[in-house]
């Protein structure tokens, strides 16, 4: 069992940045690959960014390529997720979730059905 809390959302003017954090319970997070996913009022759940367990591999949806980071501390048990060049567009809850890794070299995952974890999601509003 993975237990996941995000944190680090608000309200920023586009261009602006924040950095968002998801620390997770449990000793096995580095067997973990984890995401970060992104909701809009009445839109689907859609991919944002993911990392490979080890942190080596990354894998970034086109629509923030460039803008965001995503990186994690294993030692911390936490994700991130750095956030540049807000646009009004990226308003919405954001979630971390966690897809357990087989092995070293399991794929990073874009649809939500390839994680079994997920957190509560934490809002971020960027304002034009």
């Known amino acids: 069992q993975v237990q996941l809390v995000e944190s680090g959302g608000g309200l920023v003017q586009a261009g602006g940045s924040l950095r968002l954090s998801c620390a997770a319970s449990?000793?096995?997070?580095?067997?973990?690959?984890m995401g970060w996913f992104r909701q809009a009022p009445g839109k689907e759940r859609e991919f944002v960014a993911a990392?490979?367990?080890?942190?080596?591999?990354?894998l970034y949806a086109d629509s923030v390529k460039g803008r965001f980071t995503i990186s994690r501390d294993n030692a911390k048990n936490t994700v991130y997720l750095q956030m540049n060049s807000l646009k009004p567009e990226d308003t919405a809850a954001y979630y971390c979730?966690?897809?357990?890794?087989?092995?070293?070299?399991?794929?990073?995952?874009?649809?939500?059905?390839?994680?079994?974890?997920w957190g509560q999601g934490t809002q971020v509003t960027a304002s034009s």
């Open positions: 449990g000793r096995t997070f580095s067997s973990y690959n």
């Open positions: 990392i490979s367990a080890s942190g080596i591999r990354t």
């Open positions: 979730a966690a897809s357990f890794a087989t092995t070293s070299f399991a794929a990073l995952r874009v649809g939500v059905r390839g994680y079994d974890y």
